[in-house]
């Protein structure tokens, strides 16, 4: 017995079929979203929300579930958080050698650098 597995992607906003649609990840308000979209529905998305985006802040990436593609900023690496520490210090802020840097404290930074 033979048995074929066909695969049929569709984008979420129209209902069409495309080869084409991907799956994109958003977040509002602490909720994550999937969206499997073709190249104009995603084209749509990126205008709607390209003010907001551009007057927001990146505040890192939302992890990958089920392999989906991701979009978006990157975690903050080492030698960053090392300079976010220095200067929390040099500011008052109590910061800690390890671990993570607090949201408080990198809102601070951003803001002033």
Sequence with gaps: MAQKIVTIYTDDLTGEESQEAA???????????????GPDSYEQILT????????????GRLKSQGG?????????????AAKIRAWAKEQGYNVNDRGRVSAEIREAYDKAN
């Design 48 to 59: 709607a929300l390209s003010p907001f985006i551009g007057k927001g802040r990146k505040v």
């Design 23 to 37: 799956t994109h990840t958003f977040s509002l308000d602490g909720v994550a979203y999937e969206i499997d979209l």
């Design 68 to 80: 989906a593609k991701r979009q978006g900023g990157s975690r903050t690496s080492s030698q960053d």
